[in-house]
Structure formats: C-alpha cells, structure tokens
C-alpha cells in the first residue's frame, strides 16, 4: 500500500471516529436534557416552593413608613436568586441574621405584616429607642440598624418562615385580632389574609396605640373597614395628640382592656389573637380566662421574653428546684463554670460568663439558640413554641435541672 492510500485511510478513520465521538456527545447530552427538567419548567407556578434550610439571601427591593412619626417601616423582600417563596401562614415571622458585630452576628425575629401569596416578603420594623424613663435599658441595636442602614438594594440573611402563632383557618369561627402598638403587624397578616380568603368571617380588630402619629398602616385600616362590612375596626388611642379627634381617627380612648371587648363584642364563641408589649399581655390574657374564654380559643404572643403563664395542655409540670451549684460544661468553648441560680436561663447564664452562643427571639420561638445536650437534664417552666430536636435544648427559656454538657 502506497503512502498517500495509507494516509488516505488513516484519514478517514479519524474522520468516522470523530464523527462517532460526537455523536456520542449529543446522544449524552440529550440524555441528560431528557432527564434533568429546565429552569423554565422547574419552578411551575401551580406548585408550592418548599421551604429552605438555613440561610438564604434576600434584597430589599423599598421601604416605607407604616406610620406619621416614622417609627415603624416596613421593609420589602425578595430572593437574590430569584427561585419562587414558600408561602406562610398568617402570623409567621422570619430569622434574621444581622452584621452588627464584627466577632458574631445578631440573631433577631421579625413578624410577617403582609398576606400569603406574593413574590417576596413584607416585614414592619418598629425603632426601639432609648426609653425616658428607664434609661439604664438600651436602644434597640438590630431595630435601629434596620432604619438607619438597611436601605433598597441591599442584602439580607433570612431563615425561612416559621412560628405557631397563626390563626385558624376556620370560617365559621370569629376571630378576634388584639394588637398593642408594633404588635399589629403579625395580626395585620392575619387580618389581610382573612378579609381577602374569607372576606365572609367575622373579624374584629382591637388596636391600641398612643396616639396617631404611632397609628400604624391607618389609612389601609380605615379603607378595609369602609369596603368589608364582616371587618370591625376598633382603635384605641391612650394619650390622644392634639389634632387626634376621636370619632375620626380613633374610637375609644384608653387601653384595650377586657372591659372595652366585653362591651364591644357581641355574645357567642369568638378566638382571640392577642399580640402586644408585656403590660397588655400580662393583663389582657389573664382577664380573657378569668371571663370564661376557654384556652383553646385565647391566642397569644408577646414581645420579648415570654411573659404570659400558659395554662392547660401547653403547660409542662416544672421540675423542683435543686439546691447548691451545679457544673455546666461548654464543650466547643472548653469551659466549666458554676451555676448558681442567679439567672434566669442557660443563655443569660451563658452570655454573662462571656460564652458566645446565637440567640433570637429570647423566648423559645425561633429555635437560634437551640443547642445539643450531650448529657444531663434541662428543664422549661413553659412549653417552648419552637420544636426542639431530640438530645437538644433550648438555652433562652432552659435552665439546668442537674450538671450538664452542651455542646456550644
């Protein structure tokens, strides 16, 4: 065979070889076509987005002002990667994580103020600022950080939706929405999802604030009245401004108290939803029981640390007190240091002996300070709201029921 046929033929097998290589390719790649779905079929409108795990990366598209004293602002949220939001329940709260510290971040809890059902999120953010008359108490950092430094365009680390505070989705059961100042806004969900999927069910809103500069969401409020003849507004101011009429921009003048919703309700089965500052909290959902309200029907959440007993099935028996000093060991942190009793939980204990560990909401909701229990018993005067895994504990709300290992 002459060199010129030699490298004819070896030519040709390239050729074909190349040809089967590339065949292949397209055959793999249709494959691969076939069996993975693409990103305009993912995501189907018609299907719920499931709820992410762990932190995920939000853009505040604007702010606004919910109120004329411009101390509360609600905040507008959407994902960075732009993959559909699980809807929540009417009630829910969202986790942030927030820069404010160089060695740690801060951990708070914000309410949902919008209904279920857009793209995005809606927040309302009230300024915590330093209180006259107790001037020992702090500002709000993660309050005030949000209204000076948090602007549109900017990103925010966000846990999904999460709380039980939500109301039932029964229409044939009223429902009673009490809210004492920035406590409006899990309520202000509840009440636009209701009016807008059960615009026939009775819903009353109890809203109490100063006076009307701090009348948040108030022009939205009165129109929902005006157009949803089931929606019965009443609003309480307790220190009525100068141009604050009542009759017009509020109904009643005080508190919300059980005398105002015995004298305002009608007569019947109704489930209270009661959201506001400790005061409220410590006084309202006492009375609701002691009026006859079953505990099943009395709702609540309150700012802060807990502050309202619960009764009946929520409550867990509290185990007794232990006399003398207990060891509680912080694995990750290497240290073992004495509790004394002097406070109130594992997480003030933690934090005044300088052992860096997450916390949130401060009351057993959002679960940051969750901590696995490597040996020894915790105890909780109430049933935590959030779900604790099993060998786990809840450090804001726990305290120590014998010597302890914990893995922070």
């Known amino acids: 065979m002459t060199a010129p046929v030699l490298l004819a033929y070896i030519g040709l097998a390239v050729l074909i070889q190349l040809a089967v290589g590339v065949g292949v390719t397209v055959w793999r790649r249709s494959q691969v076509a076939a069996e993975v779905p693409s990103t305009s079929n993912f995501e189907r409108p018609d299907e719920p987005a499931s709820a992410w795990s762990g932190w995920r990366d939000f853009r505040v598209t604007h702010r606004e002002f919910a109120d004329g004293a411009h101390t509360q602002c609600s905040f507008y949220l959407e994902p960075v990667d732009g993959v559909a939001v699980p809807s929540f329940k009417p009630g829910q709260y969202l986790t ?37 008359d ?20 900017d990103i925010l680390k966000v846990r999904a939706p999460s709380g039980k505070f939500c109301i039932d989705p029964d229409p044939n059961l009223p429902a009673v929405l009490v809210a004492g100042g920035v406590g409006i806004t899990p309520l202000m969900s509840m009440l636009l999802w209701c009016l807008a999927e059960q615009p026939s069910r009775t819903v009353h809103l109890f809203y109490g604030v100063r006076c009307g500069d701090e ?10 009245a005006r157009t949803h003849p089931c929606f019965r507004l009443h609003v309480t101011y307790s220190r009525p401004g100068e141009g604050d009429v009542c009759g017009r921009d509020y109904h009643h003048a005080g508190h919300v108290d059980l005398t105002l919703l015995r004298n305002s309700l009608p007569h ?26 079953p505990e099943s029907d009395i709702h609540f959440e309150a700012f802060g640390p807990a502050s309202v007993g619960a009764a009946g099935p929520a409550t867990i028996e509290p185990l007794p007190a232990l006399d003398g000093a207990l060891d509680i060991r912080f694995q990750r ?21 300088h052992v860096a560990v997450e916390s949130g909401c401060r009351s057993g909701s959002c679960g940051t300070c969750e901590t696995k229990l490597l040996s020894g018993a915790v105890t909780y005067a109430e049933r935590p709201d959030y779900e604790i895994a099993a060998s786990h504990c809840l450090l804001c709300v726990g305290r120590p029921q014998s010597p302890l290992v914990l893995e922070a």
């Open 215 to 224: 009348h948040a969401f108030k022009n939205q409020l009165e129109a929902l």
């Open 134 to 153: 107790k001037p020992e108490l702090p500002a709000g950092a993660c309050s005030n950080h949000f209204h000076d430094r948090v602007h549109a365009g």
């Open 333 to 353: 942190s290497g240290r073992t240091l004495v509790w004394d009793g002097r406070d109130a939980n594992l997480l003030d204990f933690a934090e005044r002996q």
């Open 268 to 293: 019947g089965r109704h489930q209270f939803y009661v959201c506001g500052p400790p005061s409220m909290m410590q006084n309202l959902v006492p009375a609701l029981r002691e009026w006859g309200v």
């Open 96 to 132: 942030f994580s927030m820069p404010l510290y160089a060695d740690r971040p801060t951990i708070r809890c914000y309410s949902l103020s919008d209904q279920p059902g857009s793209s995005g999120y809606r927040i309302t953010v009230k300024r915590i600022a330093r209180a006259a």
